[in-house]
């Protein structure tokens, strides 16, 4: 199954297939973003790196690496070409 995700450039909307499972992913990280930034507001992205580092330390890679991926998606929100 796929679902698209859609991005602008140049005013253009461009159309990228991807799995469904990217997507599901992508939106339970970015609904852990606004959890994190509601509970924690501006220290919100270093929540999500101290997350990171713990998981990492615990040699839960993968769990780690979705914890980058919220930190990431909290910096975006954050930055003013965020829409």
């Known amino acids: ?20 499972e ?12 606004h959890q994190l930034v509601a509970a ?3 220290a919100a992205e270093a929540e999500a790196a101290q997350k990171a580092l713990n998981s990492e330390q615990a ?4 769990e780690a690496e979705q ?4 930190r990431t998606a909290i910096a975006q929100m954050k930055s003013p070409h965020a829409s």
Not at 67 to 70: E, I
């Open 1 to 20: 199954m796929t679902g698209v995700k859609a991005g602008a450039r140049s005013g253009i909307i461009l159309l990228e297939w991807l799995p469904m």
């Open 22 to 33: 990217v997507l599901m992913e992508s939106t339970k990280i970015i609904e852990y973003a």
């Open 40 to 42: 924690h507001g501006p």
């Open 59 to 62: 040699g839960k890679a993968d």
């Open 67 to 70: 914890w980058r991926k919220v």
